[in-house]
């Protein structure tokens, strides 16, 4: 394959960046970068990390599942990632009788390996700048997007032709540069290892997004291909995947000021943003999002902790809705805490004040607070409800989110389509409702249903659904008796019901909840969101030359774009931090503080007892420290944010050290503003993986099959 070089004609000149702050493209890697991390400790070359003609680094880092990352860590295609990332794939897998989440899973053979449907990883094959040919024709700010998006369309075509491969083109710097990459998608990916719950999910909500920390967040997974070593679907007569590389592991520890490297996937962040943003986080978004999914929680968690059945098919969604409810409780917290919002409206007075000094600058730039302030304006006004239509109404209960996949047949239904298709498009749906129904309790459901309509209907009070209205105004607020003659009459809460529907298709105009779901729907594209798309059009522009003076006018500012699940590198070094005044963390915890937390029966904090037995021991083995400890995990300064979640933690020799999983809360306005002096990676210590696998789990032919450095 031809190798493409880069030319970002946006990055300036390079003159001090931070060690630790950044979120760099790994293919273009500028000489400051490369040398400042040489200097912390790094051995490799930029073409042993980044290579298009050969095997480096880049080839053992996949996208995973689409919102995560992994690493290949063995010849034969073993993939290593967080346990929270293949979470949803072992539930489908666990039931009362095989519990995989609460035990866990060890596979001693490669015929013990479960194939997951659906589940796909992506190798980054190539990267091209084809900013040029997006933009062309682009003449105005009406069109531009329209322009764009058939740009984009056409450029796809014609790089994919006939070739197995997917085509991403995605914009940088606020749309200022826009890049294409090309991905092989492997389809067969197999779980081999998954830590029992007291392990890989230890600590839960309480101690997620928080240090010290003490979990085993990891799983391991296998890659498939064909028999000539191309992706393909699952097939028995498929063969593990011969690796065009993999990381060797670590097991000599780490050290205050230890080389850090992290090659993965970070998903969003927009730390160009304007102090408009940070207020609205600070007084719509992040609240709104609390508000919705604390209620949502309450009622799993009621549901959960009653019946060990409803607990292994919510364990996934209840991990992803708590994981942004924290999240954004922490963000809310840290913006305030270290003024961001001040930072901000700082920054935008120097830039004001450097325009005003030149009369170019004031003919390209003087009047974009304009339009980015009535942009905001709207947004200002739409924000919250346009939260609690997301979070409450649409994608509130289950079976009102489920029913939305029905529209299209239901308008070939109403528009008189022919029976063949309609039919095959039924048949095609089969597949979807046993899944929905497998993992489905119509309890819950309609608790969570009833508590977060009975909470939209009290907080929001303009651009509200005319049904949700009618139906509050008419029952003082409280949804209990809708939602429970709804739940009594809809085909989408009962699985029988349904299926005998796709047999014999017909308008589901009159099932409440679907009825429900198009009004909110409907009501949504009528009324918020073109004053979603007007505030756009007159703010968004602006917001583009933002990015681009800014990058004039600080000419000594190395400028990482913004992550936006591509991939990036990060460097920095292993390294303790002070949390507030007298609160100073070490930099790594250990088995012993796995033990204090320990609560007996506690979802959060149980621990298996062939661990404790172990634990108790001390049986460490060589994974034991010069003290004859076993650490757990350590923290870095490295930059990341979600989507690095299972990201390898690397040496400067290019070996795998740890895993990264999560941030810290001091820091959670990272995705704003970088924290130089708190922010933290917090990572798995490679020799705790390695003691889970040869202790705990006892897979010797998992263990034979990596490459170890002791």
Known sequence: MKKVILSIALIISVIIVKADEGMWLPYNLSGQSLAEMQQLGCKLTAEQIFNLNQPSLKDAIVQFGGGCTGELISPEGLLLTNHHCGLSYVQKHATVEHDYLTDGFWAYSKAEELPNPGLTVSFLANVEDVTDLVLEGVTDEGTRNDVIFENIKKITKERKGERDVEIEIVPFYTGNQYIMFEYDVYRDVRLVCCPPWGIGKYGADTDNWTWPRHKGDFNIFRVYTDRDGKPAKYSENNIPM???????INIKGVKPGDYAMILGYPGSTDRYSTSYTVKNLIESDCPSIINCRTTKLNEY???????????????????????YWKYAIGQKKQLVRNHVYDKRLAQEEAFREWV???????????????????????LDDIIMPMTYLREAGWNGGEAVAFSRRFMRINKL???????????????????????FFKDYDKDLDKDVTIALLNLFYRDIDRYVPSMIEEIGSKNGGDFTTWVNKAFEKSIFVDQAKLEKWLEKPKSLDKDPIFAFTINIIDEYADVVY??????????????????KGLMEMQTERNFYPDANFTMRLTYGTVEPYKGADAVN????????????????GNWEFDIPQDVRDLAEARDYGRYADENGNLIVNFITTNDITGGNSGSPVINGEGELIGLAFDGNWEAMSGDIMFEQKVQRTICMDARYLLWCLEKVGQVKNVINELTIIE
């Open 413 to 435: 239904i109403n528009e008189k389509g022919s029976k063949e298709d309609i039919a095959k498009m039924a048949q095609g749906m089969k597949g979807q409702v046993a899944a």
């Open 530 to 547: 073109p004053m979603y798309e007007a505030a756009g059009l007159l703010g968004n522009a602006g917001e583009r030359l933002y990015m």
């Open 242 to 248: 011969q690796s065009k590389h993999y990381l060797p």
């Open 585 to 600: 963390y070490s930099y790594y915890t250990t088995m012993d503080g796995v033990m204090a937390k320990y609560v007996p």
């Open 356 to 378: 005003n000094q030149d009369p170019e600058r004031q003919a390209v730039y003087g009047d974009i607070f304009n339009g980015i302030e009535e942009k905001w304006e709207i």
């Open 301 to 323: 968690r009621k549901h959960m902790d009653a019946d060990q059945e409803v607990f292994i098919k919510y364990a996934s969604k209840q991990a992803s809705v708590s994981n």
